[in-house]
């Protein structure tokens, strides 16, 4: 069983920075698709940034040069990195795993808010 923890989120103000970190726990870690979702008040959840195993990422466009997503296997643990952050950044934020090697099953962490005030 794969849990999924995340930590960072808070309350800045526009134009401000955020970290957001996801630690994993059990093997798979390292074969698997790790991404940050978002979901907004009232809004559906939405992907924000995906890392593969081999490193590739994908962007959510209005995010784009904004937030980087990173991992490091040794760690078990994918990063976000925000900047720039904006009003419309607001909203829980949660960790997924797609466990590539095992049927493409999903784990998703309980997420964590952030608030970006104007």
């Known amino acids: 069983q794969v849990q999924l923890v995340e930590s960072g989120g808070g309350l800045v103000q526009a134009g401000g920075s955020l970290r957001l970190s996801c630690a994993a726990s059990?093997?798979?870690?390292?074969?698997?698709?790790m991404g940050w979702y978002r979901q907004a008040p009232g809004k559906q959840r939405e992907l924000v940034a995906r890392?593969?195993?081999?490193?590739?990422?994908t962007y959510k466009d209005s995010v784009k040069g904004r937030f980087t997503i990173s991992r490091t296997n040794a760690k078990n643990t994918v990063y976000l990195q925000m900047n720039s952050l904006k009003p419309e950044d607001t909203a829980v934020y949660y960790c997924?795993?797609?466990?590539?090697?095992?049927?493409?099953?999903?784990?998703w962490g309980k997420g964590t808010l952030v608030t970006v005030s104007s």
């Open positions: 997924n795993l797609v466990a590539v090697r095992y049927d493409g099953v999903n784990y």
């Open positions: 059990g093997s798979i870690f390292r074969s698997a698709a």
């Open positions: 890392i593969t195993s081999d490193g590739t990422t």
